[in-house]
């Protein structure tokens, strides 16, 4: 699997973007999905993530209530709907892979800058 994001950009406080990230490859659905960000100077933290089914999320505390993650697996592709942006939220936003039983994200992708203006 091979992952490409898509969607950042530069918003306004209060505004919203959509993120998607699409996986190659023919085994997507075998793979949990999170996707992380990384502010300068700051540690990369996972912000949301989906099983392999797409029946289960996990959110961060910080963004509750105004990001969803979301995956279609006959697109190969996992979302991150994010709704009343923030300027803390301005990171670089990275989609990555976690294979069934494994406790480890091992395939990322590249990258995909958001930035919230106030």
């Known amino acids: 699997v091979q992952l490409q994001a898509s969607g950042g950009g530069l918003v306004q406080t209060g505004g919203s973007l959509r993120l998607s990230c699409a996986a190659s490859g023919r085994t997507f659905s075998n793979y949990a999905m999170g996707w992380f960000r990384q502010a300068p100077g700051k540690e990369r933290d996972r912000v949301a993530a989906i099983n392999s089914g797409g029946g289960g999320t996990y959110y961060a505390d910080s963004v509750k209530g105004r990001f969803t993650i979301s995956r279609d697996n006959a697109k190969n592709t996992v979302y991150l709907q994010m709704n009343s942006l923030k300027p803390e939220d301005t990171a670089i936003y990275y989609c990555?892979?976690?294979?069934?039983?494994?406790?480890?994200?091992?395939?990322w992708g590249q990258g995909t800058q958001v930035t919230v203006s106030s």
């Open positions: 990555a892979a976690q294979r069934v039983g494994s406790t480890v994200y091992s395939i």
